[in-house]
């Protein structure tokens, strides 16, 4: 399974990649508006520079040709860029063009099995099904990754699955028994990732008793 960092904070993306267990970034509006990036362009350069490996630009327009626009913007910036698209009607028209034009999608903002399926026929790269956002309204959010895991499996659809919305270790770990391809979660869940506290008693244990031995 895929890890991806949920952030725009250039720190945290450092961090995680030198823990050498990154394979990406994931950015929208809000996250970039919280670190205050006025220049997304040079803020992607940044990004694309610290990981190598699919970085989501979200595009801010809502009809087909201005995502478009934006769009083929963003994939110039760098290979990696994977341009980000809302799932509305004219998000998955735009995803359509994007992919004939071998451009990479993550449609994003997903909240139904059927709105998984449409956005695989229209050619998405990645799928966003937005899990703790569901949890939060009483709706269980994992259960429509294993629905989405099954739906694309029956029809073999090449649209890799992002488990999104990540708020804690137990949607990560119910995701990779999915066979979930991808999570993506903010900095503080990667470290409740790594973790034990009996790793640290355990640790602990093992240097106190390794000093009685050396004095
Ligand atoms: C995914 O790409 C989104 O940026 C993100 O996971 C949204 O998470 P939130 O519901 O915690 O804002």
């Known amino acids: 399974m895929k890890i991806f960092i949920d952030t725009a904070n250039?720190?945290?993306?450092?961090?995680a990649a030198e823990m050498g267990i990154l394979d990406g970034v994931t950015t929208n509006p809000s996250l970039v508006s919280?670190?205050?990036h006025k220049d997304f362009r040079s803020m992607l350069e940044k990004?694309?520079?610290?990981v190598d490996g699919d970085i989501?630009?979200?595009v801010v327009s809502t009809t087909c040709n201005e995502m478009v626009n934006e769009g083929r913007e963003l994939a110039k910036i760098h290979e990696n860029i994977v341009v980000k698209v809302p799932l509305i009607a004219e998000g998955l028209k735009a995803v359509k063009i994007f992919s004939a034009e071998g451009i990479r999608t993550n449609v994003t903002l997903c909240f139904s099995a059927s709105q998984a399926i449409l956005a695989a026929k229209a050619g998405a790269y990645i799928i966003s099904p937005f899990v703790?956002?569901?949890?939060d309204i009483s709706q269980n959010g994992m259960e429509l990754i294993s629905q989405i895991v099954q739906i694309y499996d029956n029809y073999d659809y090449q649209t890799q699955i992002l488990v999104?919305?990540?708020?804690?270790p137990i949607h990560f770990v119910e995701g990779a028994m999915m066979g979930a391809d991808i999570s993506t979660m903010p900095f503080k869940v990667i470290e409740q990732l790594v973790k034990?506290?009996?790793t640290d008693i355990g640790l602990n244990k093992f240097l106190d008793d390794w000093k009685k031995l050396n004095g």
């Open 34 to 36: 919280k670190e205050g």
């Open 132 to 135: 703790g956002r569901l949890d």
């Open 56 to 58: 989501s630009a979200e």
């Open 196 to 198: 034990h506290p009996l």
């Open 47 to 50: 990004i694309v520079a610290i």
């Open 10 to 15: 250039l720190d945290e993306i450092k961090q």
């Open 164 to 168: 999104a919305s990540v708020r804690h």
